[in-house]
């Protein structure tokens, strides 16, 4: 991969994201023809992966501005730690601009089923519903993505996939498998072995026969100095700039952070201070941060640490009401912290990098954190967001014994199946289980948290359905319970337990269920095939003459 040559960096622009982009033109010239490729038709998808700090932001930033400079529609998105759970929250940040200006052209057709997506329901579904969902949802976004692009090319641009919600994370899996035929082009940045990540849905992304993988590596000494003298407007002695080089190891995010302590404290970039350099060391980042945060006033550190708290995409009213501040305070703060490169200075609030959201975070103490989340969450309940955006702070608390709290997370597990979204409704419905919810709502909870394991764990769903059997009041729930059970023991290897959890039902359902009774009885007539009774005993004929419920 080639390096820009140094006599050749000043016809270089900057790039949003601060600093000239340096030593990444073998990047761009790929990036340029996928540009080139999509305005033509030709559908592809960019990962650009590398560890943190390598510049994988702003190489899909420039490719942002080349896009649109072609002509293409660019719409952008970024997973967040704190969001992972939230569901389909990245293809929400990519299309709802797009669904709110254009809802009816965007969901025409067969896009129409992807409109849970964007809307809150609250309805629990039964099993077969839940599998239906989760493919109604993925094949709709699908569509929406081509009545998006039918008439401009379009770029969608994903930062961080490795913190990417995992419904998002399959509908672009899922687009990938189908892009040919599409003007799209899906850039995409990822870091290798990110703990939580979804490893097999990242690998089948970076696997795809339609996907370009660009790995971004270390500056170079020359780089480096380069990078130096244009931050610190003087030429730097070789043996400073050798110094920042060691110190960061070329990694371009922690040389920028390095060089704006260096540049607040005056430090000369001379052969007498490269020692100061070599005392900030690997940490370049938090250190830095900690440092520039404290010459700011006492309401901008408050500031930070509540939009790091809320995660990107904050609204301004919730970081006033975290901090205690009024929103005028709070905006002055926000401008000050987008002055000292800690905040970006677009909207929506966010911070320049993971990596600083991570450093302001992590100097928050573990016990105040936790009362800020649970200040968060409250304060996002009473502005009647969406459950799952008051989850996600739940989700980082530990169990307090709230009714209240187990509440708001049966809504957003429920949410989350509406949009077939498994994965996090167990994880909400799970936290909702142990806080614990009041005794009068544990059997719904069992309930709902069983329906949405029947689509990731046969087991769970078998163990949580069954304590919902033996707990529900309602015969009509209580009989899809059972049914239920009956339905996945054979699957887990347990036929004979299937057909006795069949039979109970049958015994305890009343009368005018009669759609459950025959449910479970075809259960009992194919038991054999799973090995829970003889073969010879299917028969049939006795449904001959029957008349078929409604279901």
Known sequence: MGHLALNEAKTVPPVPGGGLLLERDGELASLDALIDGAAGGEARLAIVEAPAGMGKTRLVAEARRRAREAGLRVLAARGGELEREFPFGVVRQLFEPVVLKERKKALAGAAATAAAVFESLDQPQDGDEMGDAAFAVLHG????????????????????????????LRFLAYLARRLEGLQVLVAGTMRPSEPGADAALLAELAGDPLAVSLHPGALSVEAVTRLVRDRLGAEPDESFAAACHAATGGNPLLLQELLKTVEAEG???DAAHAGSVREVGPKAVSRAVVVRLARLPEEAVRVARAVAILGDGAE??????LTGLDEESAARATNDLA???????????????PLVRAAVYQDISPGERELQ???????????????????????????????????????????AVHKGAAESAVAYLERALAEPPAASSRPSVLFEL??????????????????????????????????LVARVLPFTGAPAEGLAMAQRVIEDLPPELGDLRQ????????????????????????????SPGQG
């Open 519 to 546: 449910a479970c009885e075809a259960i009992q007539v194919v038991a054999g095939v799973f090995g829970g009774g003889p073969r010879d005993v299917i028969d049939l004929r006795p449904y001959r003459t029957e």
């Open 267 to 269: 430090i000369t970039p």
């Open 373 to 415: 989340h649970e200040r968060a969450a409250e304060i996002l309940s009473h502005a009647e967001v969406e459950p799952e955006r008051v989850a996600a702070h739940l989700l980082v608390i530990p169990p307090g014994g709230e009714p209240e709290v187990a509440k708001v997370l049966q809504e957003a597990g429920r949410a």
């Open 339 to 353: 002055k000292a490169e800690v905040l970006r200075p677009e909207p929506p609030l966010g911070f320049v990098h």
């Open 316 to 321: 301004l009213a919730a970081v006033a009401a």
């Open 450 to 483: 069983g329906l949405a394991e029947l689509l990731t764990s046969g087991p769970a769903a078998v163990e949580h359905l069954r304590a919902a059997y033996d707990d529900l009041k309602d015969p009509a729930q209580r009989g899809m319970a059972g049914y």
């Open 141 to 168: 976004l699908y569509w929406l993505t081509a009545n998006v692009s039918a008439d401009t090319p379009l770029l969608l641009a994903v930062d961080d996939l490795h913190w990417c919600d995992r419904p998002s």
